[in-house]
């Protein structure tokens, strides 16, 4: 299905009177308000293909209806999400789950949403029904160099595909280490791997990026050969220029100070982009924003201080992507939250005043360093989001508005209540 | 030194009519606006003596100047918080290090400042100069009856100089615990700490309360006898009516759902109160709200449910205290941006809308209860909370009048330089 | 398949000169060898049905061969695995994983490899395929009550088998919580799930136990209604003599002093058991002993300590269960590697000098109180360990000889290699 | 005091006997124990200086008796633990704390207790009474360059002090970072440091080595400039290759991979040493092996190696020091367990049969691997460390020795029961 502009129009002029008035509010208090909606206009999230479904743990799913069952699908789901925020204009798809056959066609129906091809995803954490050597040791670290190969060939694989779609980067999470000590010898795992991605990035097509992934456990329990943001440095920098470090927000040590390592990371000239989500515990993969908002925009903070200072674009020279799991919610909602929770706190980062603040660290004075970043953080900036939506032809309410089309039920009558979308 | 109301008042006119404007856009927001000014105004959080020094850590500390070096200047300096934000309205020592020697008088001078005394606290993890015998291995847990008779005495004699100043209520903090396995029996540790405990609580008055406080490590490394919200309830069902469980928020392993901690003890009647601060690693004893302000708001969110539910006086029925460190910044200008933090988490959850939220639950629309909560959050109350003091004859911005007078100056000349205040 | 006792035998032939200069030596070192053995013998340690099959994370699952297809095989391989060690002579089923069709053909099977049934095992945290109403949202806690209901239902219908099989406890395992801060109303979660244990707890016979286990995190990853020993025990006390609380290992939040839980749990007559497992990060569940094996020592060593001021009977009086996942490993041999680790740890705390420890702590001798516990976990009970194994007719190295009569291999052979026992 | 040789053998006559029984059936187990024995005689672990008086927290400290109060003194400690154990032969001295005034008297003295001078250390955690500027807001980090100077001429005058004594390298940790987000910027607090670092870098003489210390956090609770494997990795890089990263056991998140990070800075040649110590929760700074002794044995299983495929020399090439606390300990009882404790978990790393334990992980023989390395730990190696000792004239007991001597009661009366030595 698709949403209609007219719709969304309508949908919005009953929500006009407030928000207009909200918006001068904010335009009072924030000084560099119309350069802050300009910048929320031009910023897109990549949804990745495996992430329009309801998601699980190892002790169950629950699905929900109406779930996408084909890239088609994934791709109109895509689509349905950012014609509601405007904000959701790219799709990362994951091989082999979504093998494009016609790589033409998928193209242009991504075209037709709006759509483009964010960075391809390969699997080498899980064995296909019709592979011939088996992951369960890991992939690019394996003894074996068979089974090594076997897993270069499928990243080569995915690369031409994406190629095909337009995309520009290759991710590269690796679920490779083990699960009890003595199991693994770390060096081998480490010159395996880096082999493995050296023959990798040797294919990697001029323009594009390698990015590099890392994890502090789960699948393993005992190690990861991509751990941390130490090892995949180590990797990036070896293999040359292309590669770089992605932060998966999930991924870290209880209590890791996350916008450190991203400034450092922004330092070196290697960080890649982000994965985001949110959580409490481990790699809980919950809704961005919705445990830790304070961090989400200290991440932000250091975002987007690194690129101002490097002259990156903000829209464009890093990678953006939500990679969420939506156990108890319907995944849709869920994305539209997570763009909004990443909105805001991109939209309070760039509200700092940045030389306000290095004076107060010039001077140590944490006090108002403190006030700075809380006062930007306490800010309601909810109606400069909601008007870089409007002006882009988005909804004012995205899930207001999803509600009301009733777009879920519409779903399940066209799809089914039974379908399960491909994904974790 | 003493604020004049005068100079408050002028300098609030200077920023009163940004103030009105943000107010009257609040209140449009926020329909029971009135009536959380109003909860404000009433709201006091009590200042803990050892909290007004510069702290420190193992590793060194780095005083500041103009440190309160008697009780007499103590209670000034919470004086002198009061004048500023009117949320500050009591005091609570900590015996041995502010023994009031004259306590009419010291009670008169509170009075002067517009103070009360909250909470008396015992101090049986260091030993004193002049004491007989030691706590190296514990206090109300030790092996040795003597000691722990010590350690009894000494808590009733905290709860005399108490009954004087017209506290209700005695904190036990226990540091009490090991450092190695095979050190203490647990089972005995916990035998004994009762017995010792019984004998504190028998000598209660009829209208006090004790808090037992519990805390997961540090300064011992290995357990520690009152280790948890579940071993601290153990503890205050055994002793009676009287004892209740207090929440110090940097006492807990990581990751742990405090607010949901705070939702069972309120259901068993138990809940004593509140140590505030934030923390990102361990018991950092960070500035409320600096790291984690989603879960201070989480947490009053469950406060004010359960209160509500239970029919409590918000201001009168917890204790609530500030209880942090101040390493690198004025500790009055710290507990002034601690109070603040406090009072938006509170004006926040005042504001939600229950009702919705109790509906959202019985649909399991998750989608919506978070909505709602993250709404409140959100919302900017710093209008709210500025109102409340103003009404209350406080200064719209505390920090900003208190640097516009030079306070920490004035001080560091009537007191030197080179004072240090009892405490850590 | 069976083993056949004479081949174990001639196997420890080969094994026996070294093993018994090693016993002879062992017992030059530890004075109450030989009634250390006799408790090794009488110690037996059940097998979850579900166990028995390769297990996985929510990214896959890597299957090996011959895993258990019916609950017959279930039973043949702890058969298999009792006629190795002489150590796990019972099972412990999961409803409705494992429903016997015929408890009496069942039962006999059982006896056949001299296997017992313990603790039967609810399940309500997925959803099977017939099942009328999803506990998507919770079971015993959930907001709508013709949920809890079934859920109740379910629990009494897991009691009915496990009266016909000989059980005598019921495991509830809730996952039962929130993932997200407002989706429930703490209290009511409590109250709904205390309401439906009690209906379940008035279901069980006379002579059982109702085993309240509990979580931190996972599958939820805001909230777990029953979350740690504090509310386990809560529910535990407000339900009555026969509910008690069951420790996962892996169930707790990160550093949790373990052995101290179970030390108060004792104290206050509620320990139900272990779940034994090790981990490094989260709920890992990776083989007991293969991660923090000093650990697995000092909770041994409070067991033994509790269990003897009690007067109880090591081997019946608690529940002793292990509950690993095999995601890397061949599940039968990693189960031996569990077993023989827990054992260990049972002998070294068996060998304590209680007397001296319980001296040195009451002179807070610190240094010759770890040293006790350091000389018992230092000493090699390897021998004392294989010499219970070969008096009760098993094998001196149960690994050794599994894998020269090509267990694995054999069980391929005859149940396929494409099997895939239901599990986690 | 000094401790006699003919004493000392008395002493181990008494012990002989069993000890040789012991040993002869070590020697049956371990093939390689003569190689074992004498890898250990040749190992020394330094001391540092600071850790031979009674340590504590923020919360206070509970002074033993008898601390050295003077650099001679604490040289006639390690003096005592060198003639107890032979494995103490050196020590590592901090600056300020233990400033030689006669650098030739305090070589003799050192020389004449057979003990070399390890790293120096230089303290910028703390402000010194006389010091011109505060470290309060950081040292070689400071946004003051006048601070950083004075930083950096601090540890150039440690090199000095350090080429007197004959020390070979110069350990540099840094307490710098923040308190509060907002506080500093990452990069130019990072790009200070370093600048910094460079400078003192310049002042190594050609065979020294400068040791990067990283720590998570503490003193600092938001950031720590230097506060990771990567961090430290980071700056050793760019400082050039006298500059190595030096690994604290307890200066990492909760659950790191310690051996892992080990593994990979050998590989990359740039691994500098150790502190050992152990932690259940955050930087405990207790007793080596006092908690996980697993994991101790797992770290020196990749450092053996690791040292091996380099060619290293195990005793000279990396540097090997505790660093614990003793806060209920008398501490030289503490640092005798902790050498005991590092001298078994090298013992049992170099049991281990690398050439099996490499044909089980080309095999993915997980069970297989895992049996190998639990065999080693489970392997009692005391026989050999105490007979390593006995050949270098060591007590076969050293804290047996050390009580029947009554040093401690000898120190305290020579040196006072109220000294109290300089350190944390």
Known sequence: MKLNKEDIQEYNEGLLEFHQEKLAFTKKEVTNAEAIIQKLVDFQIAIP??????????FGRFSGGGEPATLEQKIEDVGLLHALNQASGAISLHIPWDIPKDAAAIK????????????????????????ELSYKFGSLQHT???????AVDHNIEVIKHGIELGSKSLTVWLSDGSCFPGQINFKKAFENTLESLQKIYAELPEDWKMFVEYKAFEPN????????????LLFANKLGPKAKTLVDLG??????????????????????????????????????????????????????????????????????MIDASHNVKDPLEDLLQSVEAIMLAYAQALSVDKEALENAREDNDVVVAQNILQNAFRTDMRALVAEARLRAGGALNPIGFYRKMDVRDKLIRERGSKTVATGL
Chains 1, 2, 3, 4 share one sequence.
Do not use: C
């Open 221 to 232: 329990f005992y190690s990861m050969t991509v751990g941390d943001w130490g090892q995949s």
């Open 49 to 58: 293909s495996w992430a329009l479904g309801t998601g699980g743990t190892r």
């Open 144 to 150: 074996d160099p068979a089974v090594r190969q076997q």
């Open 251 to 320: 991924h870290h040590l209880p209590n890791a100070n996350i916008e450190q390592i991203v400034s450092l990371l922004m330092m070196e000239g290697k960080l890649a982009g982000f994965h985001f989500n949110d959580s409490k515990y481990a790699d809980d993969d919950l809704t961005a924003g919705a445990i830790k908002p304070y961090q989400l925009f200290l991440i932000f903070n250091e975002l987007v201080a690194g690129m101002d200072a490097a002259g990156m674009n903000h829209a464009k020279d890093l990678g953006w």
């Open 108 to 131: 242009a129906l991504a075209d037709e949403h709006g759509l483009v091809f964010d960075a391809v995803n390969s699997n080498t954490f899980q064995d296909q029904a019709d592979q």
